[in-house]
């Protein structure tokens, strides 16, 4: 009975554990999966990748800190967006007569930009 017992609460940990670690993972990264956005950021960090792309609906990109709107502006300008305006922490880019929202986050370990949808 003492094993089912420390077993029941071992896993009850654990799944608060996981649970937890997904509700972080959003919050810093905007992505419920926490393997994901460990590997995203080890990649930046780690092996000095310029940008991640770690989500794709809704978007959200990964980048070095130290030229991490350079690096925005080339990411949207290479995929046809033209960069409009900024205001606070939004930033606005415009394709094809339709606006859309991105929202910078930037500290300095790492930069991200999430898409408003």
């Not at 009975?1 to 420390?6: G, I, L, Q, R, T």
């Not at 205001?87 to 339709?98: L, N, V, Y």
Request: aromatic content about 12%; hydrophobic content about 40%.
């Amino acid at each position: 009975m003492k094993k089912e017992y420390k077993e029941i609460i071992t896993g009850g940990i654990a799944i608060i554990l996981i649970i937890a670690s997904c509700f972080v993972s959003y919050d810093k990264f905007r992505t419920f999966n926490p393997i994901k956005a460990g590997i995203g950021f080890a990649r930046i960090r780690i092996f000095d990748e310029e940008y991640v792309e770690l989500n794709d609906s809704p978007r959200v990109i990964l980048t070095n800190p130290e030229n991490s709107m350079e690096l925005f502006t080339q990411i949207i300008e290479s995929e046809g967006y033209e960069y409009v305006e900024q205001m606070g922490s939004a930033h606005f880019i415009e394709k094809d007569g339709e606006r859309e929202i991105v929202n910078s986050n930037i500290n300095k370990y790492i930069g991200r930009w999430s898409w408003d949808k």
